[in-house]
């Protein structure tokens, strides 16, 4: 893969989405990183720059899709775009979803990744095409979720499922236009959005491996990263099983003795 030089990422903030631009940052490093939480954003972006990189910040809601065009158009060439920001209900299982929650994550989940990766499709599309044959790279951050509809977070699961669905569909046009698209698919991630969860977590692991296996993913063109395979694994079985029995194997297992 040739050389990463200019780098866009929602959702950088905190999570995967910092320990990618943590991994990224370098000199002659270009970063345009975008959250809701100034402060946080900030901190990660100075830390970017304490190694070299050059970076622009952005809080912006990735929802608002003119806003997100007008961010990433003018952001100038980018070799990579990572569609990285989402939410999950923070509801346990015990209750249905609000309407409010399902749409929120949809929002996000959903429309804030085609509101990331279109305008970054535009972008790449008018970029010349490298000595590795690609005009520019896109990931969207998935998640195992996306394989087994999970009843303590339909909406996450859904969501997620859709993105998975929408970025391998998409790649092998993008790929005849010099662009790749990527789908991410991780396991649990030690990140605020699993703190403090009471619920069995296997194969927990720290953002910033899981940044390293997502960068060598991308590099390596693959369509879809998924990791651990083990649980990727595990849950395409499961989802086999009737819903009834798997309904009742999903439901949450509290950590507590």
Known sequence: MARIRAALITGASSGIGQALAL???GPSMRLHLAGRDAGRLEVVAKSCRQLG????????????ADAMADWIIGAGPLDLVVANAGIAPGTDGSAPESPGQSRAVF???MEGVLNTVLPAMQVMRTQPVGADGVRGRIAAIASIAAFIPASPAPSYCASKAAVDSWMVATARSSRAQGIR???VCPGFIRTPMTEGKRRWMPGLMAPDRAARII??????GRVRVAFPWWLMAACRLAALLPPRVFGTLAAPRSTEA
């Open 107 to 109: 929002g996000t989940n």
């Open 181 to 183: 698209l990527t789908s």
């Open 23 to 25: 991994a990224l940052a």
């Open 53 to 64: 990189a050059t970076v622009a910040t952005r809080l912006i809601d990735v929802r608002d």
């Open 215 to 220: 960068l060598r993913g991308i590099a390596a």
